[in-house]
């Protein structure tokens, strides 16, 4: 039985298999209940722990552990830092069935050991089996396995390429770099090799190449992504031999961001100028996918977009905000 005093507690006052006495009468009061009932568990029946557990079966995975049964409620807990991941249609499917639910974190978001990956529970003390045994089923819509995954960081090094003559000849400050490594960093990605190009596509897929003959996991192209005739980046990228996923994205800021790997999944990106300067962008929104090692289609680029609209806020509060997250 839950006990709630506004401000102080929100918690279960008594729990399964405590002896009621006298005294307990005056807080049973308090909190509501002048009626105590006797329960028989009748045959093709759930109690609500018992349920709990069925709907955890359908999500844990690798690198998450489960709470204790508290209130008829299980929550998922990261054991390692990497990318979550969900199912939706399979999630959805469940959730369609009444009287029970789960509730996760959006698909493709990095996390943190410790952190809070879902919760579940039935709505009801107690349910029918069947609604289990549907939830089952429903959760078999698209494949088998868990609904939930938890990918450990996959991408350790990578190189950074430098575009831009003014940065080349010390006309200006390269800030590109240092922003980069930093968001890099947070994914344990070190940097191993940097290279200024200038504007010279030749000499830019030189050192695409170079890098890739070095055996580098991630290599980055900065600057030079937009439609001026010295903005030669994604022709480089293309040149070096690159299947080139895409070039733009309907994304704001990060829409002229470029795309692609080599035949053995190697990634090159080329980032646009917002990277330098704006907390979140499109780099942000998928470098947590690129870390772990998942392949980036264009469909999933073109889902970016219902999402995809950075609102600007005086004070960023990103990744604790709406730009980027997909249903």
């Known amino acids: 039985m839950t006990q709630i005093i506004p401000g102080v507690m929100k918690d279960a006052r008594f729990r399964k298999g405590h002896v009621v006495t006298e005294a307990d009468i005056p807080v049973l009061l308090s909190m509501g209940k002048e009626h105590l009932y006797v329960w028989e568990k009748p045959e093709g029946m759930l109690h609500e722990d018992e349920a709990a557990k069925c709907l955890l079966s359908l999500c844990i995975n690798e690198g998450m552990h489960a709470t204790d049964t508290k209130e008829g409620k299980i929550e998922l807990i990261a054991d390692r830092d990497g990318l979550f991941q969900v199912d939706t249609e399979r999630l959805y499917a469940v959730n369609d069935i009444e009287e029970l639910m789960i509730a996760v974190r959006h698909t493709n978001t990095a996390v943190k050991a410790g952190d809070k990956l879902a919760g579940m529970r039935v709505i009801p003390l107690v349910i029918d089996e069947q609604k289990l045994e549907q939830a089952r089923e429903a959760s078999r819509v698209n494949s088998e396995g868990s609904i939930l995954s938890l990918l450990p960081w996959k991408i350790r090094t990578a190189g950074i390429i430098t575009t831009g003559s003014e940065v080349e000849k010390g006309r200006v400050e390269d800030q590109f770099t240092p922003v980069v490594e930093k968001k890099l960093a947070d994914f344990q990605i070190e940097v191993k090799e940097k290279r200024l190009t200038g504007d010279d596509m030749e000499r830019t897929k030189d ?121």
């Open 207 to 327: 050192a695409i190449l170079q890098m890739k003959e070095a055996g580098l996991d991630l290599i980055i192209c900065t600057g030079g992504m937009s439609v001026d005739p010295d903005d030669r980046t994604p022709g480089a990228i293309k040149a070096s031999g690159v299947d080139i996923v895409t070039y733009g994205a309907p994304v704001l800021p990060g829409a002229m961001l470029c795309l692609g790997y080599f035949s053995d999944g190697t990634p090159v990106i080329g980032l646009p100028g917002c990277v330098m300067y704006a907390k979140a962008t499109i780099f942000d929104l998928l470098l947590p996918r690129i870390a772990a090692g998942v392949k980036i289609r264009r469909s999933d680029i073109i889902r970016l977009g219902h999402g995809g609209l950075c609102l600007g806020c005086e004070e960023c509060q990103y990744p604790v905000c709406p730009f980027g997250k997909q249903e």
